[in-house]
């Protein structure tokens, strides 16, 4: 299996930008499908975006598409996301996760990293 550890989350200005990474250890990482997901305060975990193994596709939700990237790093084990022109809506706990296929729930999470975007 695969260990998942986000880190690059904090307190940002509306309008401003952060950079969550997530280093991943154990199992060979470019076999994973990665994603990032969110949960605000008193709200489901929702999907922010996802990668295929290769890098070359990507997802996005609606409510981040154009504003946010998803990047992967094979050779530095690293999976990261790019939040620019941040939104109080965008207060979440972060989580980076990892699924063995490209369909179905992912099987690996981290623990999550606090972002909080403020007016």
């Known amino acids: 299996q695969v260990q998942l550890v986000e880190s690059g989350g904090g307190l940002v200005q509306a309008g401003g930008s952060l950079r969550l990474s997530c280093a991943a250890s154990?199992?060979?990482?470019?076999?994973?499908?990665m994603g990032w997901f969110r949960q605000a305060p008193g709200k489901e975990r929702e999907f922010v975006s996802s990668?295929?193994?290769?890098?070359?596709?990507?997802n996005y939700a609606d409510s981040v598409e154009g504003r946010f990237t998803i990047s992967r790093d094979n050779g530095k084990n690293a999976v990261n996301l790019q939040m620019n022109s941040l939104k109080l809506e965008d207060t979440a706990v972060y989580y980076c996760?990892?699924?063995?296929?490209?369909?179905?729930?992912?099987?690996?999470w981290g623990q999550g990293t606090q972002v909080t975007v403020s007016s």
């Open positions: 996760a990892g699924r063995n296929s490209p369909l179905g729930g992912y099987n690996y």
């Open positions: 990668i295929s193994k290769d890098g070359v596709w990507t």
């Open positions: 154990g199992r060979t990482f470019s076999n994973y499908y």
